[in-house]
């Protein structure tokens, strides 16, 4: 927060600093204006220089003794420079308050400037004052520009970050940047206009030291401020409106930490709506309807596995998925265990009777009489593969309803490769699996990995890029109007284990015959480690998000919003299709006849509860321990 003391130091001191500068370069344009006799026919006219023309040595000299006359003069000029620099900032830096000076000095860093000597570490050189004089006009001019910033004067923000476009992002003398400073003083326009206009980083950091202690008893853990970004302080202050634009909109990240060791999601917890929000835009839990918690890092980051899922099944022949027995989970949730030997197939006996289930295919069949379809069905798991296994996953499409989706229909139980190729003679068929192309694939398991409920992409179907929104909470999908819906799920990623392929990965296709190989499951952290520069990246911008409390709630089949891809919405609990839509609503599924036994498999994600010394309460703008990030600055 900007004291009123740093301000009139800073002024001074930076008003003296840049007119030294200035003076030492009008000094430096006298030694270019008076040239030795050898250097006159070369010297190009004074009147035609600029400041950066000073520090230029292209055809500069023409004798040694031109040079080394010259470069003495111009030595001493910047040795005086230097000297008068450290006595101004001698007689600044005592008066500043600690983040100030800190963040001053770190500034003066990138001139060598010691800390804690509070000298230059050698003499400033002649091609950098130019540079150091615009920078130090920046800082003094966004005195003015972060006062505008928190009161929503958006044209003298804009003419500053036009002049200095290099302070966007960068914290101010007082530690925050622009995008902070607007969310701190609920400057929603502001807020919307530095991400949108100015182009700020919406993950932005305030200044901090680089050294994030995790220790709780470390002194910065009092000090919420320093690393925090605009998401923090909108969850603390309970700006809603900015805290759903920066998250359903900008795909803020929520799961980033201040140097207090705090994510904005546990600053949000302490607001009612903030709260709310969260628990509707993150998927809390995959196998408990009642879980409040929520998440405190991406499932990367979690100790895994650990079980939180849903296993269920859909016939061949049907729309609707249920619920396995609780013993029937358990045997598919230990067949792919990562740690065990993988089992390519598992038997299971219900009350149904006694089946073989693939676990390759996910697809279960009649122990005696494997090729009936009408006793066959499909299988998956709904929750994450690496939170559950420590597993990559292959993400798949079934369509239940498609506008052009073609009546002839090939088996059912071939499955189709989307490419992002577009093909004039592809058709959709219903009620079969189609394999998600890589950018896809890669999108769903980012998100996954973030927790996001639901996301929209284009799939390169020739749907004149209609968005479809995922739920990856309840693994369906559908467009805006719901005239196409479906299901997902994902299978095991399958890699070559034999004597050739031990040192490499080679994918397997899962729906081909594994005699001849031996299939293992790809892992996570193997995933990662293996992981090429060439593979397909995708940015947050391109994972979109949207409310499906107008879409999917039941009874209302029309959802007549716009199709703006950018909706300052957010999904609720009620995201299910209707009963002609798709029977899904899947924590209140069918169960089968088999499934009597309770599920109490739930792994809720506990937190401790937040300190009350590290929320962002008011105090003392000068302390390091009490800094505040709720009061408005004035």
Known sequence: MQSPADEDTLRLCLSNIIDAIDKCIQKLKDQRRAPTTTEIQQQPPFDNLNDDDIFSTKGSRSTDIGKVTLDGVENELLDSLTEDIETELGECLPDLTPICFNSFTDFLHQYDYDRERQKFSSTLAKNAISSMKQELKGLLASNAAFLA???????????????????????????????????????????????EKARCAVNARNWHNGNIDRSPSAANTKNPMPGATALHVACSNDHLAIV??????KNADYFIKNQANKTPIEYGEQHSDVKQFLQDYLIVSWSSSLST????????????????????????????????????????????????KFQAEVQLKTQE????????????????????????????????????????????????????????ITSLLHITHLTTIFDSKFNIELDKWYTCDTRTNLLLNNSMNLRRKVIATDIPLGMKDEPLYFNLHTFTFANDDKTVVGYLRWIPKLISNDERNKDRIRDIDNFQSTDNVKPILLTTERSIHEMTDDEEEFTDEEVDTHDYGNDFDNGNENGNHSRNRNRNHTPNENDNY?????????????????????????????????????????????????????????
């Open 149 to 195: 910033a928190s009161t929503g004067k958006q044209a003298i923000v804009k003419s500053f970050i036009q002049e200095y476009p290099t302070f966007k992002d960068n914290p101010s003398l007082w530690g925050t940047t622009l995008l902070y400073t607007a969310a701190l003083n609920d400057q929603f326009e502001m807020v919307k206009y530095l991400v």
């Open 244 to 249: 759903k634009y920066l998250v359903a909109e």
């Open 293 to 340: 918690n929520l998440p405190h890092k991406p499932i990367l980051d979690e100790d895994r596995p650990q079980q939180d899922c849903t296993w269920e099944y859909k016939s061949l022949q049907k729309p609707e998925w249920h619920k396995f027995s609780s013993d029937a989970t358990q045997i598919l949730h230990q067949a792919l265990i990562s740690t065990r």
């Open 578 to 634: 209707s009963d002609s839509d798709i029977d899904n609503d899947n924590d209140n599924n069918r169960s089968s006849d088999d499934d009597n036994d309770s599920h109490n498999r739930n792994r809720n994600h506990h937190h401790n509860e937040n300190d009350n010394d590290n929320h962002y309460d008011t105090g003392n703008d000068n302390s390091n321990e009490n800094a505040s990030m709720a009061t408005k600055k004035k």
């Open 353 to 408: 009777g006694l089946f073989t289930v693939s676990m390759t295919k996910f697809l279960r069949s009649d122990k005696t009489d494997p090729d009936a379809q009408e006793k066959q069905a499909w299988i998956r798991c709904r929750g994450s593969s690496v939170l559950n296994f420590n597993i990559d996953a292959i993400w798949q499409l079934m369509f239940i309803r498609y506008p052009e989706a073609t009546k002839k």
